[in-house]
C-alpha cells in the first residue's frame, strides 16, 4: 500500500521523462496493486492533482503520459468513481483526517467507491432526495434506497448525500457523507442494461452507520459539496478526464489487484466502451475506408463533423484549465456536447456498417463495437444529470435566464409536495 508520505513529489514536471519511467517500471507479470501503487508512489495515477497527490500536470501533460502508457500497452491506473469523484470532492471538502485515509487508497487502487446520490424518485431533482440520517452520538443512522448507482456491486465505500434536517429547506438540509459500503444493512441489487453489461445498481439501505467524523464538509452543506461533484462527473463525462485506459477494477471486492497487470490488454475498460475520443475516429474513418463508404460525401461530412466537436472540447478543456472561461457552466456545456458526440458517432457508425450495424459479437463487423456503441448511446443523456437538465443550467447560470417556476427557495423541505 501507499501511504501519504510516499506520495510525496520531488521531481519537477520539466526534469521527469515519462518515457524513461515507464521503460525503467512497467512490466506486464507485475501485479495490478503493484503496478498502481508504482503509479501512484510516484503521483502519476491522478498526475494533474495538486502535489503530493499529483503532480499538478497540465492535461496535455497527462495525455502524453496516457499516450505513452498506451503504445506500450501499460495497464492505466485506477478507473471510476473513485478516482473520477470521490478524490477531487474529498480534496476540495474533506478534512485533512479524511484526505489521509482514503485519498491514498483510491490513488493506488486499494479501495473501489461509488455515487449514492440518485433515487427512484430524486433523479433530476436530485435535492428532492428523501434517504435520511439520524444522528446517534458519534455515528449516523442511515435509510433509504439509491439508483443508479456505478459500480456499486465492487464498491468499498460511496460518496453518500442524506436528508439531515427535514425542516430546513430543500437545497439546506442534506449532509455528505463518505460511506461504508460493505455493512449490515446495505443490498447492492445490480441492474442489466441493453448492453448486456450490469454496470449500475440499486442500493438499499436499511439503519446503516457512518461515523460523525465522516461527515465531507459541514452538516446541513451537503447540497454546495455535492455540486462540486457533480462539476468534476460533468467535466468528466465531457471529456476533461485524460488518462491510460483501465480494464481492472479497484478494490479488494473485484479480485483484480492480484492479476498479472498485462492480462487486462484488448479488454473493454472497467467503464465500459462507450466513451467516444480521436481513437474511435481514426477507427470509423478505417472501417470507411475498409467498406468503401468513404465515398459518400455525407459520411465524410460526419466524420469532419465528429472530428471537429472533439476538438472543440478539447479547446474548451484547456480554456477551462487556463480561467480563460468563466460563464459558470462549462461543464454543463461539456457535458451536452458529449451527448451530441455520442449520439452522431453512432449515427455514422451504423450507416458505414449498414446492415452489418444489426448484427453483435466478437465475430461480427467492427467486432460488436459499434454495435455497443448504439446501445449504449441513449446513456449520456440521461446519466450525470440530463440533457434537459444541463439546458435548464446553461439557460439560468450561463445566460442569465429567469428560474423555472415553483415553490420558494426557504420552505421547509417537509412541507412540500413529494416527488411520485
Known amino acids: 500500500m501507499t501511504d501519504t508520505a510516499a506520495l510525496t513529489v520531488t521531481t519537477t514536471a520539466s526534469e521527469f521523462n515519462v518515457e524513461i519511467w515507464l521503460d525503467e517500471n512497467w512490466n506486464p507479470d507485475i ?61 476540495a471538502h474533506g478534512s485533512p483526517e479524511l484526505i489521509g485515509q482514503y485519498v491514498p487508497q483510491i490513488l493506488n487502487g486499494q479501495h473501489g467507491w461509488c455515487q449514492l446520490f440518485s433515487e427512484p424518485g430524486a433523479g433530476s431533482d436530485l435535492a428532492g432526495l428523501q434517504t435520511r440520517a439520524e444522528r446517534d452520538g458519534d455515528e449516523w443512522i442511515i435509510s433509504g434506497q439509491k439508483v443508479w448507482t456505478s459500480m456499486g456491486q465492487w464498491a468499498d465505500y460511496g460518496i453518500l448525500i442524506a436528508r ?22 446495505v443490498e447492492v441489487r445490480p441492474l442489466r442494461e441493453m448492453t448486456g453489461r450490469a454496470l449500475f445498481n440499486e442500493v438499499f439501505i436499511d439503519e446503516a452507520r457512518v461515523p460523525h467524523d465522516h461527515v465531507i464538509g459541514d452538516v446541513g452543506d451537503g447540497w454546495r459539496v455535492a455540486n462540486t461533484t457533480l462539476m468534476f462527473e460533468r467535466n468528466s463525462i465531457g471529456g476533461e478526464n485524460v488518462a491510460a485506459p483501465s480494464a481492472a477494477l479497484a478494490g479488494t471486492i473485484a479480485g483484480h489487484l492480484k492479476r498479472p497487470a498485462g492480462s487486462f490488454g484488448g479488454q473493454t475498460p472497467a467503464l465500459g466502451g462507450g466513451m467516444v475520443g480521436p481513437g474511435q475516429v481514426k477507427q470509423l474513418i478505417q472501417f470507411a475506408r475498409d467498406t468503401g463508404s468513404i465515398d459518400d460525401p ?28 468563466a460563464t459558470g457552466s462549462e461543464g454543463n456545456l461539456m457535458k451536452l456536447r458529449n451527448s451530441d458526440i455520442t449520439r452522431l458517432a453512432r449515427e455514422v457508425g451504423c450507416r458505414i456498417l449498414g446492415a452489418g450495424a444489426m448484427l453483435t459479437g466478437p465475430d461480427s463487423p467492427t467486432g460488436g463495437a459499434i454495435q ?10 440521461i446519466y450525470g444529470g440530463s440533457d434537459q437538465v444541463q439546458r435548464n443550467i446553461i439557460g439560468e447560470r450561463g445566460l442569465g435566464l429567469p428560474k423555472e417556476p415553483g415553490p420558494d427557495r426557504n420552505t421547509p423541505f417537509s412541507e412540500l409536495p413529494k416527488n411520485g
Open 298 to 325: 455525407t459520411i465524410r461530412q460526419d466524420l469532419i463533423r465528429l472530428h471537429t466537436l472533439l476538438q472543440i472540447t478539447g479547446w474548451h478543456v484547456s480554456r477551462m484549465k487556463s480561467g480563460s472561461a
Open 31 to 91: 501485479q495490478v496493486g503493484e503496478w498502481w501503487a508504482l503509479l501512484a508512489s510516484a503521483a502519476l495515477a491522478q498526475p494533474t492533482l495538486p502535489p503530493p497527490h499529483g503532480r499538478g500536470w497540465s492535461r496535455a501533460r497527462a495525455s502524453d503520459l496516457a499516450q505513452a502508457m498506451v503504445a506500450r500497452g501499460a495497464l492505466g491506473p485506477p478507473a471510476g468513481i473513485g478516482m473520477m469523484l470521490a478524490a477531487p470532492t474529498l480534496l
Open 372 to 381: 455497443e456503441l448504439a446501445v449504449f448511446s441513449p446513456a449520456p443523456a
Open 164 to 185: 439531515t434536517d427535514p425542516d430546513a429547506p430543500k437545497h439546506r438540509g442534506i449532509t455528505y457523507f463518505a460511506f461504508p459500503m460493505r455493512q449490515d444493512g
